[in-house]
């Protein structure tokens, strides 16, 4: 029976997500640790906001019409009856809780920094999966188009600084009012194509007409490349507004492409948008990170309108990159010591000598379960520590440790009570020995 049931458990992870196994953390870890160093350097501040936000909350700031909340959402009735969804992404749920901290009383704009999982029920493909994780950054309180080139620079910078090769591409895609007029024109350009549309399109067509423009279908992407342009039609505030972001990067020298595609696949965004290209395989691009002004999303909301600009980076594309580009990334510190014991005495004298040593800085491994010392250095060799501590019931008795050199295999006996400084003696020659060479 027990069999039985043993058979129906799938041992494997569900489909589109995936496990982040140890020998990949040293890739994450580089990317955390900059954007961290990056959000404290920049003045940012982090935020860590729930997984799991009310439904609504998505469908009124990313869109009821967008991909990404009417196919893509992992929503749910909880026991109680609330609807709650997985989050798709972070910005929406930063201005809920900006307004829901009264955020408006500190100084504008306020930073803010994120780094967590995401999840959107896509096709799970090469770069993309159903729990990804994002780093975002977001200024919330300032109109000004200076910010949205700071946050531009932010996001090339570090990317840049991790070692990837990526392109800015920007556009502008109005407010609401000079949007609502260009979307007119534009819907009345594809109306006379409609026969060419693929069904996609022809179905997003009175639901979200600026998503014709990045459709990737052949045919959708000709007609895009004649279609009417935004910039051609927005209002002289927008218009400024986006020769100023434009002049900031050029003073910042950011190059960048202007880009009439760069649309977005979420329904916030007003005036400035971005998105950062990564050239892959056959010179495609791929989007490592996406973002742009969102200065209605908070008064959607319920709000006093504010102004706010920002961006996310999908940080499982930007570790793919770095593995492609093979960018090195050092390891963590190995070990600096192992402990090996022989006998039940030893064992419980090492147990002690562990978290003494671990107490006083040193990084101590050890497998206190094993008995026989061939498998122990075995052990302490995969781990690459530089000295074992050995101790058996002989050096119990003597009050003594043996310390074991694992690169020449020499052997000493040493007073147990000099061992902390012995051990700290022999790193630092070591080190020193090490930079030398390097050198
Ligand atoms: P987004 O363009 O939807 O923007 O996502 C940003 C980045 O997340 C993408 O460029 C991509 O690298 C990564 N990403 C998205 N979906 C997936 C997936 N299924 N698998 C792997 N990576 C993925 C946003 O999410 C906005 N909240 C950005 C923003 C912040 N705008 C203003 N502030």
Redesign the pocket.
Known sequence: MAKKQSKQIKVQSVKGMRDILPGEQPSWDLVRDKVKNFGQNYGFERIDTPILEFTNLFKRTVGENTDIVSKEMYSFVTLGGDKLSLRP???ASVARSYIEHGMLNLPQPVKLYYLGPQF?H?KPQA???RQ?W?F?F?AIGDSDPVIDAELISISYHLLKEIGLDIEIHVNSIGDSECRSHYLKVLKQYYQGHRKDLCADCKDRLNKNTLRLLDCKNKKCENLAAEAPQIIDHLCDECKNHFMLVLEYLDELDIKYTLNPKIV???DYYTKTTW?IMEIGQEGKLQ??????R?DDLISLIGGRPTPAV?????I??VIAKMQELKIKVDKPNSRDIYIAQLGIEARKKALNLVEELRATGFQVASNMSKKGLKDQLELANKKGVKYTLIIGQKEISDSTILIRDMESGVQEIIDIKKVKNEIRKRLDSYEAKSIKLKK
């Open positions: 992404e972070t910005t959107r896509d770069g993309r999966y990804f994002q975002g977001e977005r696949g979420l998105e989007a490592l990170g996406g973002g742009g969102y920002g961006f996310a980076m999908g499982d594309r």
